[in-house]
């Protein structure tokens, strides 16, 4: 269309607004990228100055990541057989040789139990509780609802001693139903008030309809009110995944072993033979990819549920 | 099908009153249109038919039944919501279907009652397009299918015409009206539009504050309002009201305002003090003779009529009359109202005065 629109952008503009989304996302694409590529780097490499762009390849910091090493006098290096794989020759290369597997598995292993039960958890009661909120009359209903709010107030830090000791006295200390419980009274506070916006959105007439048309309360709710939902559900349940993914605080004091999570366990590995910063790239690296993927699977939704239903009439 | 019987009917929702004891009969195979203003209580009267509320107090029959407390899916209604309610994640043939599914009737069966609710409905080539992108009038035709295709006992419509533009609207309003012929069943229909109301209701209920106003016929309720406020709303103009202080009597033929005395149908109740003759717009003829007598202030034109405003010493009045009648603002003319129409009203009470005329109609109220 050539002729004049009031509404249409012009050329121009339409240029000049891409080129600030394209400068926005580079800035922010920036750090994953340089995680990515440190990740590949040699240690050497890792913390050249100037830094280093371009650069050889090196498995180094993902064998690190998955292996535990142990260095040997070069004459007994030189006594042992030939390596068996490329990965125990690149650590022999550097005088050391793998113990066995490091406990990154079990921890990522930990954070995949921890964070999706607590979001599939948030989730399931905050539709309840944001279904009645939305629909029934509860007494002292706006009182309540700051009240689920205020919860997350404080900061963390502020109540994980208490949580620390009422953990130990009742037996959940550093056990994945414990984290997944906390995180769940953490996140059902978003989660509820982020549904509560959701299903008000959901016109009566829908439940309404499915009532008259000889359906019980519930099967309304199942049926018609949760399809409906489905955007909200969606990118509350990212909100929730990526708060329980990331959380350092409390899994750092409340977990040490069988429990922990990835984000307390990542940077111990600074600690252990020199600043590996290598493998804590790719242990980074490695931590970014499920929540990315959950969010690409529900990016659809994510989109339009973002707007929390402004434009869905 | 089914008579719907609502008796002394009462909502409360907390302080607020939104249907006093509310009481009207629909009989079987009824088209029936419940009409007021909005915040009139017409919506909650019906959705307490429907089972979507609960009365307060009072019953609610249908089909003979008691079913005030039972909840809607017991109580085998169809309603058409005023923005359909088309369950947006299903098809159009879903959408029909599922009322049928919560029955538990086979699928072939499901079928063969969608194809034949779908043909007499004229939506069978969309059948299997998503309710998201269809036209205001296709989706009226689905919230109708998904309505009929039960079969249910009776029908409640809260103003089903009301998301569609005027000129669809007239349209589906006759085959609304068509559908509702051929298939006999007992409707009731919320509007606040009393075009809409004449031009298809049985029956009308006037309903104003959470009262009951009036009920009857379309034509009854037209020519003998009970209240002030049903001759107000009814009728575009309204029913003009001339304001005097005076006395009727049992047995007076005229009411007199000022010093002209006008005849009117023979009184059977007695009142004094704030009265106001009422009068249809057709029921005026305006000539140069004549003892009552206005200034016309404002004219009209309508095409085949005109509405002549004139101003006379008890109020102003607006007739209607021939287009090709001559009227210049300004000029002084004889006001008369056909006597036989005219209705006396008592302005504390803003009720009807009972009169030969419209004793038997004001008597259904």
């Given amino acids: 269309m050539s002729s004049f629109s009031v509404t249409e952008p012009s050329k121009r503009q339409k240029w000049f607004a891409g080129s600030l989304v394209i400068l926005y996302a580079l800035i922010t694409i920036m750090p994953l990228i340089w995680i990515i590529a440190t990740g590949f780097k040699s240690p050497s490499d890792a913390i050249a100055y100037p830094p280093k762009v371009f650069f050889e390849p ?10 535990s090493r142990t260095r040997l006098p070069a004459e007994e290096l030189a006594a042992l057989p030939p390596s068996e794989t490329w990965y125990q020759e690149l650590v022999r290369d550097n005088g050391m040789v793998i113990t066995g597997p490091s406990r990154y598995g079990q921890r990522f292993l930990n954070s995949v139990i921890i964070g999706f039960g607590s979001t599939f958890l948030s989730i399931f009661l905050g539709t309840l509780a944001a279904y009645g909120f939305s629909r029934f009359k509860v007494p002292i209903k706006d009182d309540l609802l700051f009240f689920i709010l205020s919860t997350r107030m404080m900061p963390p830090i502020a109540v994980a001693i208490p949580i620390f000791l009422m953990f130990r006295q009742i037996g959940l200390s550093d ?116 929540v990315m993927i959950f969010t690409i699977l529900l990016r659809k939704h994510l989109l339009s549920g973002i707007t929390f239903g402004a434009v869905r009439k | 099908m089914a008579q719907i019987i609502v008796k002394n009917v009462r909502k409360d929702f907390g302080d607020f009153t939104a249907v006093k004891e509310s009481s009207f009969t629909v009989e079987d195979g009824e088209f029936f249109m419940l009409l007021g203003p909005s915040g009139c209580g017409k919506t909650t009267t019906l959705r307490m038919i429907a089972g979507l509320e609960l009365p307060t107090s009072g019953e609610i029959f249908i089909d003979g039944e008691e079913v005030g407390q039972k909840p809607a899916s017991k109580r085998d209604i169809a309603f058409v919501f005023q923005m359909f309610a088309l369950y947006p994640h299903m098809n159009v043939r879903q959408n029909i279907s599922y009322p049928l599914k919560s029955q538990g009737m086979p699928k072939a069966q499901i079928k063969e009652k969608v194809a034949e609710v779908a043909r007499i409905l004229g939506i069978t080539d969309i059948l299997n397009k998503p309710v998201g992108g269809l036209s205001g009038g296709d989706r009226q035709r689905i919230a109708l299918g998904r309505a009929i295709v039960r079969e249910p006992k009776a029908f409640m419509m809260d103003e089903p015409l009301g998301a569609l533009d005027a000129e669809f609207r007239e349209h589906m309003s006759e085959e609304l009206r068509a559908l509702h012929d051929r298939m006999g069943a007992t409707t009731i229909y919320v509007t606040h539009d009393q075009l809409e109301a004449m031009q298809m209701g049985d029956k009308i209920v006037v309903m104003n504050h959470g009262v009951v106003e009036q009920f009857g016929v379309p034509q009854e309720i037209y020519d003998w309002p009970a209240t002030m406020f049903v001759a107000e709303f009814i009728g575009s103009p309204s029913m003009n009201f001339l304001e005097y202080e005076g006395a009727v009597n049992v047995g007076d033929k005229i009411a007199i305002l000022g010093d002209v005395s006008f005849t009117i149908p023979e009184q059977l109740t007695a009142a004094s003090g704030d009265l106001a003759l009422g009068v249809r717009p057709e029921h005026i003829t305006l000539s140069n ?38 009227a210049q603002v300004g000029d002084k003319v004889g006001v008369a109202f056909n006597p036989k129409t005219i209705t006396l009203f008592d302005r504390k009470t803003s009720r009807a005065l009972v009169s030969v005329a419209n004793k038997g109609v004001l008597n259904n109220g």
């Fill in chain 1, 175 to 290: 056990s994945h139903l414990g984290m997944i419980l906390l995180y769940t009274a953490v996140n059902l506070s978003l989660s509820v008030w982020l549904l509560k916006g959701f299903i008000d959105e959901i016109p009566l007439e829908y439940e309404e309809a499915a009532l008259i048309d000889g359906y019980t309360r519930f099967q309304a709710f199942y049926k018609v009110v949760l399809p409906q939902a489905a955007t909200g559900i969606a990118s509350t349940a990212i909100f929730c995944l990526i708060f329980a993914w990331n959380e350092y605080a409390f899994a750092v004091l409340l977990t040490s072993g069988n429990a922990q999570t990835a984000p307390p366990f990542i940077p111990t590995i600074i600690g252990a033979g020199g600043k590996d910063w290598p493998a804590v790239a790719a242990g980074a690296t490695i931590f970014l990819i499920p």
């Fill in chain 1, 58 to 67: 090196s498995m180094e910091g993902y064998v690190n990541l998955f292996t």
């Fill in chain 2, 289 to 326: 003779s004549g003892d009552y007598r206005g200034e016309i202030t404002a004219t009209e034109y309508l095409g085949t009529t005109q509405i002549i405003t004139v101003e006379c010493a008890h109020g102003v009045v607006k007739v209607r009359a021939p287009a090709a009648q001559p």
